[in-house]
């Protein structure tokens, strides 16, 4: 039976099926509108490096014909012939894509699917609709990429640019149409009456390989051979023509000459009396503790200019009856709440921003433990277990006065989390080990390892500061008041046991007898407080937050 997959589902093809040489077939249409479905071979940055791997109608197959377009076929739109064992080394990912040629948009498209054949029997199915798009006029359907061994992912992403967006995304390059130059006229003599044409029988057309047969002779394998689906019975009906005209990689539209841009934004006159400062540019900012590089933080006003209104506010001076952050494309209430739709990226954990995390449990089998309460919101069907009898909800909750209590997700669904507005960060770990303060894990999976670690030491609150060593293969999401800052491990580093969040499992741990004046002290109160020191090897950290309790 086929597995359906949604947006953003992904998984081995060994877990699929034993088979590599694969039918991809996808369907798409719409009344009175035509697509072109094309396959991407892209390199380990993603880029079309080689053209010869752009698989279209005006280029059939690859090279080596690891990759080759079918045709209409079985019900599908378009189809394809994918061999996973002789696609070159070179190529780490195909992308499977449909555009639109002519006028129109994604969301007029009917129930369409892409799916993966092997020996003949359908493995796997991404349905969707045109509700699921907007304005897009490109969209990548689905993806096979090469993670260790071949994996399919569920996509579902478009582009409102059509083709040239989506070529220039993968880096290739837009050709300008131009017409062949005229030769010169040879000699010729005059054209004499010609006899009509005998009736004669059209060529057949070369027959195709034989469904199940290798292009080359190969050893009988165990796998299912390529093969694909059986004509449905009564045949499908008559399928909208996928090219009605032979087009190129060019703009869809011929583009109006832009005005230029001024280079930098008017200045604000000075206050009276002072002498106007120059503007200095923006410099880029590095990746944040926990962030995706190429994901930034929108940075705050500067000093004396406007803060951006909360959201559902219009900013002073804004016209009334226009809502604020509408795009160029037009008004309304969908417009306006299109920056603030769900983000799926196909992976486990997806941040949806910079205090909301959602993690898909139908991706990597295990459960999730999470910090009682802080779930807001899921989709499917999730079942959450009480983890108070666990060791490490005893240990935590109890010992440190934390009261941090678990909670186990598991089932097949969506989970949104997060807790008083913190600050989240996925850390993903690849065998590696790494200590957070047990007062700032938010969640992690269950297939990590896990321990409670004690840090005793007079002053501490408590009397002990209480740690959980994370290790093995997962993510566990950290949560801070306000961005952190990673600092390397050096024989004088010093961090307030109130402030640091997380260090690397091999540094080593010492409490520091330092006593200062705090400034909130009270009568009755000490003011006492304890520092750790921190020791290690180099390439050893510690994180620390902008707050401390």
Same mark, same amino acid.
């Given at each position: 039976?086929?597995?359906?997959?949604?947006?953003?589902?992904?998984?081995?093809?060994?877990?699929?099926?034993?088979?590599?040489?694969?039918?991809?077939?996808?369907?798409?249409?719409?009344?009175?509108?035509?697509?072109?479905?094309?396959?991407?071979?892209?390199?380990?940055?993603?880029?079309?490096?080689?053209?010869?791997?752009?698989?279209?109608?005006?280029?059939?197959?690859?090279?080596?014909?690891?990759?080759?377009?079918?045709?209409?076929?079985?019900?599908?739109?378009?189809?394809?012939?994918?061999?996973?064992?002789?696609?070159?080394?070179?190529?780490?990912?195909?992308?499977?894509?449909?555009?639109?040629?002519?006028?129109?948009?994604?969301?007029?498209?009917?129930?369409?699917?892409?799916?993966?054949?092997?020996?003949?029997?359908?493995?796997?199915?991404?349905?969707?609709?045109?509700?699921?798009?907007?304005?897009?006029?490109?969209?990548?359907?689905?993806?096979?990429?090469?993670?260790?061994?071949?994996?399919?992912?569920?996509?579902?992403?478009?582009?409102?640019?059509?083709?040239?967006?989506?070529?220039?995304?993968?880096?290739?390059?837009?050709?300008?149409?131009?017409?062949?130059?005229?030769?010169?006229?040879?000699?010729?003599?005059?054209?004499?009456?010609?006899?009509?044409?005998?009736?004669?029988?059209?060529?057949?057309?070369?027959?195709?390989?034989?469904?199940?047969?290798?292009?080359?002779?190969? +050893? =009988? &394998?165990?796998?299912?051979?390529?093969? #694909? /689906?059986?004509? *449905?019975? @009564?045949?499908?009906? $008559? !399928? %909208?023509?996928?090219?009605?005209?032979?087009?190129?990689?060019?703009?869809?539209?011929?583009? +109006? =000459? &832009?005005?230029?841009?001024?280079?930098? #934004? /008017?200045?604000? *006159?000075? @206050?009276?009396?002072? $002498? !106007? %400062?120059?503007?200095?540019?923006?410099?880029?900012?590095?990746?944040?503790?926990?962030?995706?590089?190429? &994901?930034?933080?929108?940075?705050?006003?500067?000093?004396?200019?406007?803060? @951006?209104?909360?959201?559902? !506010? %219009?900013?002073?001076?804004?016209?009334?009856?226009?809502?604020?952050?509408?795009?160029?494309?037009?008004?309304?209430?969908?417009?306006?709440?299109?920056?603030?739709?769900?983000?799926?990226?196909?992976?486990?954990?997806?941040?949806?921003?910079?205090?909301?995390?959602?993690?898909?449990?139908?991706?990597?089998?295990?459960?999730?433990?999470?910090?009682?309460?802080?779930?807001?919101?899921?989709?499917?069907?999730?079942?959450?277990?009480?983890?108070?009898?666990?060791?490490?909800?005893?240990?935590?909750?109890?010992?440190?006065?934390?009261?941090?209590?678990?909670?186990?997700?598991?089932?097949?669904?969506?989970?949104?989390?997060?807790?008083?507005?913190?600050?989240?960060?996925?850390?993903?770990?690849?065998?590696?080990?790494?200590?957070?303060?047990?007062?700032?894990?938010?969640?992690?999976?269950?297939?990590?390892?896990?321990?409670?670690?004690?840090?005793?030491?007079?002053?501490?609150?408590?009397?002990?500061?209480?740690?959980?060593?994370?290790?093995?293969?997962?993510?566990?999401?950290?949560?801070?008041?306000?961005?952190?800052?990673?600092?390397?491990?050096?024989?004088?580093?010093?961090?307030?046991?109130?402030?640091?969040?997380?260090?690397?499992?091999?540094?080593?741990?010492?409490?520091?007898?330092?006593?200062?004046?705090?400034?909130?002290?009270?009568?009755?109160?000490?003011?006492?407080?304890?520092?750790?020191?921190?020791?290690?090897?180099?390439?050893?950290?510690?994180?620390?937050?902008?707050?401390?309790?």
């Amino acid at each position: 039976m086929a597995r359906e997959f949604q947006r953003g589902h992904k998984a081995k093809i060994s877990d699929l099926t034993a088979g590599t040489d694969l039918y991809v077939g996808v369907q798409i249409a719409a009344p009175g509108l035509t697509f072109d479905i094309s396959c991407f071979g892209l390199d380990a940055n993603e880029q079309l490096s080689d053209d010869r791997y752009f698989i279209f109608f005006n280029q059939p197959k690859s090279p080596e014909e690891s990759i080759q377009l079918l045709g209409a076929q079985s019900g599908d739109t378009e189809s394809f012939r994918v061999t996973l064992d002789r696609i070159p080394a070179a190529i780490q990912k195909l992308s499977f894509t449909a555009t639109l040629d002519g006028a129109g948009q994604m969301s007029q498209i009917g129930p369409g699917y892409i799916r993966i054949v092997a020996g003949g029997e359908e493995v796997v199915r991404y349905a969707f609709t045109g509700s699921e798009f907007t304005t897009e006029r490109a969209v990548m359907l689905g993806d096979f990429y090469l993670k260790d061994v071949w994996r399919f992912a569920a996509v579902g992403q478009g582009f409102d640019g059509g083709l040239e967006a989506l070529l220039k995304n993968f880096g290739g390059e837009v050709a300008e149409e131009e017409p062949p130059p005229a030769a010169a006229p040879g000699f010729a003599p005059p054209a004499q009456a010609a006899a009509p044409p005998a009736f004669g029988i059209p060529p057949a057309p070369q027959p195709a390989p034989a469904f199940g047969a290798p292009s080359t002779p190969q +050893a =009988p &394998q165990p796998a299912p051979s390529f093969g #694909a /689906p059986a004509a *449905p019975t @009564p045949p499908p009906a $008559p !399928q %909208q023509p996928v090219h009605a005209a032979p087009t190129i990689a060019a703009p869809l539209a011929p583009q +109006a =000459p &832009q005005a230029p841009q001024p280079s930098a #934004a /008017p200045q604000a *006159p000075s @206050p009276y009396g002072q $002498p !106007q %400062q120059p503007q200095q540019p923006l410099q880029p900012q590095p990746p944040q503790f926990g962030q995706v590089p190429g &994901q930034g933080v929108p940075p705050a006003a500067p000093f004396g200019q406007q803060a @951006p209104s909360p959201y559902g !506010q %219009q900013p002073p001076g804004a016209p009334q009856g226009v809502p604020q952050g509408v795009p160029a494309t037009g008004a309304g209430l969908r417009a306006a709440l299109q920056p603030y739709k769900e983000t799926a990226t196909g992976q486990r954990w997806t941040p949806q921003n910079q205090q909301l995390m959602r993690v898909d449990l139908t991706m990597g089998g295990a459960g999730v433990l999470a910090r009682q309460g802080s779930m807001v919101m899921y989709q499917g069907k999730v079942d959450f277990g009480y983890k108070s009898a666990g060791f490490v909800g005893r240990a935590v909750g109890n010992a440190t006065g934390q009261e941090m209590q678990l909670m186990r997700c598991t089932g097949r669904g969506q989970v949104f989390l997060a807790e008083e507005g913190s600050h989240l960060h996925p850390i993903e770990l690849q065998g590696d080990g790494i200590c957070v303060s047990a007062e700032n894990v938010l969640a992690f999976d269950e297939s990590l390892q896990y321990e409670v670690r004690r840090v005793e030491g007079h002053g501490i609150p408590g009397g002990a500061l209480f740690t959980m060593l994370f290790q093995g293969t997962g993510t566990v999401v950290v949560k801070t008041h306000g961005t952190p800052v990673v600092l390397p491990v050096t024989p004088t580093t010093f961090a307030d046991c109130n402030a640091v969040v997380a260090w690397s499992a091999a540094s080593q741990v010492i409490v520091s007898s330092q006593v200062r004046l705090r400034r909130n002290a009270y009568p009755g109160h000490s003011g006492e407080t304890v520092n750790l020191q921190f020791r290690g090897a180099p390439g050893n950290f510690i994180v620390v937050q902008p707050y401390e309790v």
